[in-house]
Nanobody
Framework: QVQLVESGGGLVQAGGSLRLSCVAS????????MGWYRQVPGKQRELAAIITGTGLTNYASSVKGRFAISRDNAKTTLYLQMNNLKPEDTAVYYCWRRGSWGQGTQVTVSS
């Protein structure tokens, strides 16, 4: 079992920045792939960014160049640095690891 706890969401104006964190515990391994997904009401959850165990990253086209995913294995923590935020980035952001999900953290970007 994997437990994931996200933090760092909030309300920010367009153009602002936020950094999300996700602390993992339980049956985890340093070479796990991890990701950030986001969901708005009435729509499917979508991938925002993913990072492999070796540090390779991939981003949704809508966030590429503005978001950066990183990990600190010593702290079992996943990060998502979000810059130049736009109103369309408003969503609940979820951390994913080994098939498990966190509870989500709300990000709201005002115009």
């Amino acid at each position: 079992q994997v437990q994931l706890v996200e933090s760092g969401g909030g309300l920010v104006q367009a153009g602002g920045s936020l950094r999300l964190s996700c602390v993992a515990s339980g049956s985890i391994f340093d070479n796990d792939a991890m990701g950030w997904y986001r969901q708005v009401p009435g729509k499917q959850r979508e991938l925002a960014a993913i990072i492999t165990g070796t540090g390779l990253t991939n981003y949704a086209s809508s966030v590429k160049g503005r978001f950066a995913i990183s990990r600190d294995n010593a702290k079992t923590t996943l990060y998502l640095q979000m810059n130049n935020l736009k109103p369309e980035d408003t969503a609940v952001y979820y951390c994913w690891r080994r098939g498990s999900w966190g509870q989500g953290t709300q990000v709201t970007v005002s115009s």
